[in-house]
């Protein structure tokens, strides 16, 4: 993507952010009693909680077309992902699974917000299935604040593309690339005009990744968009489709904040 890039969802109306902090997991077709019990949520901002505390949201942010997500165990799949947007622009939507705080929406005993010089690491594990037939990006999604924000847009966003598919490509412009959890990673850094930007790019798809957080948190330090007094809020991972994207799932998910 070009820099005119613009990620809307991180500064949605209010009323739309006042209705996921409502608990807009009215949509879920839970079973009676479990809380955290499989199901569906095709509203725009629909959420549920795993049984791993993480939550999974449909977060269906620039799209009119219908959406749905079904949370399985702690991961996800995209069911319906109807329409498709200009791959010159924002992509349509970031279905994803996540610990920590995303517009009051915080993840059950969650301890993010979290300074990051009082973490020591932040393992997390992912695995992914993908499909054809769509263009997207699969991706972690980590945010940073110099304050210990549980709402609103944060001044500084990681994202870790594993996959991505069609002609995409991150905010701004490839600067170098980067070793960390035992990869080579294509480096872009822009701002979208909301927040800062720093994206690592697998070179090739990985289905899966086992990693520190904090090693990609050091990255963004060293790139000199945030600094160990900053705060870490959430830590997502999902997909950004442009066009379709039923099929998609995170298979598996886990990150703890030690």
């Known amino acids: 993507m070009n820099a005119t890039r613009r990620r809307t969802y991180r500064a949605r109306p209010l009323l739309a952010a006042l209705v996921l902090a409502a608990g807009s997991v009215s949509g ?7 809380a955290s019990a499989d199901g569906q949520t095709c509203e725009q901002f629909g959420s549920a909680t795993t049984p791993g505390g ?13 959406q749905c997500v079904n949370q399985v165990g702690d991961g996800f799949e ?37 300074q990051v010089s009082a973490i020591g690491s932040v393992p997390s594990q992912i695995e992914y299935k993908y499909t054809g037939g769509a263009v997207y990006d699969a991706a972690f999604d980590i945010w940073l604040d110099p304050a210990p924000k549980t ?45 800062d930007v720093v994206s690592y790019v697998a070179p090739s798809a990985l289905t899966g990744l086992s990693f520190d957080v904090k090693d990609f948190v050091n990255g963004a330090i060293s790139e000199g968009l945030a600094t160990p007094d900053w705060y870490l809020t959430s830590v997502q991972a999902g997909f950004e489709p442009w066009e379709n994207g039923a099929g998609l799932a995170v298979t598996k998910f886990s990150a703890s904040v030690n």
Do not use: R
């Not at 879920?28 to 479990?34: C, S, Y």
């Not at 993480?54 to 219908?66: E, H, K, L, M, R």
């Open 28 to 34: 879920m077709a839970a079973t009676a009693g479990t």
């Open 54 to 66: 993480y939550i999974v949201q449909n977060n269906a942010w620039g799209t009119s077309s219908p």
């Open 78 to 114: 995209l069911t319906t992902a109807d329409g498709s947007v200009s791959t010159g622009g924002a992509p349509k939507s970031y279905p994803s699974i996540y610990v920590g705080c995303h517009y009051t929406n915080c993840s059950p005993g969650t301890n993010l917000p979290k």
């Open 151 to 195: 709402d609103g847009v944060n001044q500084t966003e990681i994202m870790i593309w594993l996959n991505k598919v069609g002609p995409i490509q991150p905010i701004g412009s490839k600067t170098g690339t980067a070793s960390i959890a035992g990869q080579t990673w294509d480096v872009w850094k822009g701002n979208n005009g909301g927040n």
